[in-house]
């Protein structure tokens, strides 16, 4: 096993740990995070002309914006709340579909800058979230 491996299979088994140990407040804001970083991630690659590399962080946004949107509880959080919440997630997606298929870096800057707010407000739901 050489060094890449060995701190890709490190990675994987803390995340995993902290998935496993994290409540569900904490997975979202993980997901939002990990969101958030693979925008940055499209971002960069998108300045390097990598398209490949854009395509699949972007591909993984949507991943994860489908699945806040397949949690979203109105029971949890009433009616209104969830209806925005689901709005949101739905522009967010068209945006970065748009983005995409242009190579627009603005539209991403967009996105992520709504997801950076998103995830500010729901941290503060909970600020014992600080170990995540």
Not at 34 to 51: E, K, P, V, W, Y
Not at 74 to 89: A, I, R, T, V
Not at 106 to 111: D, K, N, P
Request: hydrophobic letters at 45%; one cysteine or more; charged letters at 15%.
């Amino acid at each position: 096993m050489n060094a890449v491996t060995a701190v890709q299979a490190y990675s994987f088994i803390d995340n995993v740990a902290l998935v496993e140990q994290a409540t569900p407040h904490q997975l979202v804001t993980l997901l939002m995070r990990s969101a958030n970083q693979r925008l940055a991630q499209a971002l960069q690659a998108l300045d390097q002309n990598d398209i490949p590399a854009k395509g699949e962080q972007l591909s993984k946004v949507l991943d994860i914006l489908n699945y806040l949107s397949v949690c979203v509880e109105p029971q949890q959080g009433g009616q209104d709340l969830s209806d925005n919440l689901l709005n949101l997630y739905s522009y967010m997606e068209s945006r970065i579909l748009h983005a995409n298929l242009h190579h627009d870096a603005a539209i991403l800057i967009e996105v992520k800058s709504l997801l950076t707010e998103l995830e500010a407000g729901w941290h503060a739901i909970n600020g014992s979230d600080h170990n995540v």
